[in-house]
């Protein structure tokens, strides 16, 4: 297959393995269409999420719970706001039957227009102030449908880059579909500064915030069809089977005993995921409740960071190549476990300490993110690969990132910033235990 080099070492890959021999070498995938594919849809899905964590900031508190202080009323957004990362292994898990019954071309099709009809939909509930509490059941109701579609939208994208990636270079590979998250969030946060700094605030918390829900459905319907270009082909499905990347029962995951690398493949990510929201929707609400910056400064201020991140994230695939993917992780935990000694610092240091924190916040986060996919995911056998990514990824989600901003203001608004620092260091220590473990486990199946 053109440009394809499938690579094995262990349980990951396929090396030296033809394609089949009926494939057609002109109209075969290559590694750059996998990755435009992967940036594309991630950036979507992650532009989706980021439009609502801005909005728990700056419009719900307003429109769905008027009725509490203004920071209560964030607290209550962002439980709302957790709601999604709870049920996208539910999503998973439903998907990966759609997807055995009727294909994955049908399955991503369902996820993606969920995607976009519950965002959209958010766009168009009416508030607080007309519907009472009803407002409030029906924006729960879009949030957890938007997290099982999340969870519906896994394509195996990811780890068919990978593991076609030549050996030397599956740092540089892994890392391409991370770019997601940093242009996901330029996106989002650069529409939101324009319509705050050009709006009156009634404007904006009246009608201006439903603009960014309504255009995540038109982003989503490009990402489908991007998507879809891969995934519908008959040669993307030759590649995956030939890498046994199918959606085996979550049974099966569990019956093997392989169901442990699900909780150290989340865990070894966790110190990634737990400053994920804290660089990205915390510094928000915090530095709106405690800081002296105007919202459309902090917003830009975040929009370098992104674009910081995603040079860290390419910087982390050569790193990764060249110091092996693990030991990059690794490395990373150490200093955003020192990083955490030094927020509560940055945090009552005022603008120029809270605007370090998010600059050198999203530099850590690049490096580190880059390369928290999929670490661990090798140590699955193939057959059961495809579903054992899948659920780490919901589990890291689900335990390091889904109750970040919640836990941040929550604690840090009755104790200090100092509890952030805490949080994230229990980030850092969980992903060292979890490589250590990883690397104890691998090192007695080699003596064995």
Avoid at 86 to 106: D, E, F, K, S, V
Avoid at 218 to 247: K, T
Avoid at 408 to 433: M, Q
Wanted: glycine share 12%; hydrophobic share 55%; proline share 4%.
């Amino acid at each position: 297959m053109s440009g394809i080099a499938y690579s094995h070492t262990g349980a990951g890959g396929l090396h030296g393995m033809q394609p089949p021999a009926d494939a057609d070498l002109h109209e075969a995938a290559t590694p750059g269409e996998i990755a435009a594919g992967v940036i594309i849809g991630r950036s979507s899905e992650y532009f989706d999420f980021f439009v609502f964590g801005i909005a728990c900031v700056l419009v719900f508190p307003y429109v769905f719970f008027p009725h509490l202080t203004l920071l209560n009323g964030m607290l209550a957004a962002f439980s709302v706001f957790a709601l999604a990362f709870i049920a996208r292994p539910i999503g998973t898990a439903i998907a990966m039957a759609i997807q055995r019954r009727w294909g994955r071309a049908t399955k991503l099709t369902l996820a993606l227009l969920l995607l976009g009809t519950a965002t959209v939909g958010m766009a168009l509930l009416p508030g607080y102030g007309e519907l009472g509490h009803s407002a409030i059941w029906l924006l729960v109701l879009l949030r957890v449908l938007q997290g099982l579609a999340l969870g519906g939208s896994w394509d195996g994208l990811p780890s068919l880059l990978a593991l076609s990636a030549p050996p030397e270079k599956r740092g540089w590979y892994s890392m391409l579909g991370q770019l997601g998250a940093p242009l996901g969030f330029v996106v989002a946060a650069a529409l939101f500064a324009y319509l705050y700094g050009a709006l009156s605030h009634a404007e904006f918390v009246e009608w201006g915030w439903r603009f960014p829900f309504c255009v995540a459905f038109a982003i989503n319907v490009v990402a489908l069809f991007a998507r879809l270009r891969l995934v519908a082909s008959q040669d993307y499905e030759r590649m995956l089977e030939a890498l046994e990347l199918e959606p085996a029962p979550a049974l099966a995951l569990t019956r093997s005993g392989e169901g442990r690398n699900v909780l150290l493949g989340a865990l070894a990510a966790l110190a990634s995921f737990a400053l994920f929201h804290l660089v990205t929707v915390f510094p928000l609400s915090w530095m709106t409740m405690f800081g002296e910056d105007s919202v459309t400064s902090i917003l830009r201020t975040q929009m370098l960071g992104a674009l910081l991140a995603a040079a860290a994230i390419v910087l982390s695939g050569k790193l990764a190549d060249r110091f092996g993917r693990r030991n990059t992780l690794g490395t990373m935990a150490v200093l955003i476990g020192l990083f955490s000694l030094a927020t509560p610092f940055l945090l009552d240091g005022g603008s120029a300490g809270q605007n370090t924190f998010i600059l050198l916040g999203f530099v850590l986060l690049g490096l580190s993110y880059g390369q928290s996919s999929g670490t661990v995911t090798a140590n699955f056998s193939r057959r059961l690969r495809y579903v054992g990514a899948a659920y780490s990824s919901d589990l890291a989600w689900l335990l390091g990132a889904a109750f970040a901003p919640l836990v941040a203001l929550g604690l840090s608004s009755r104790f200090g910033p100092v509890a952030v620092g805490l949080y994230l260091l229990s980030g850092a220590i969980s992903t060292l235990a979890a490589l250590g473990i990883n690397r104890a486990i691998e090192a007695k199946g080699s003596d064995s």
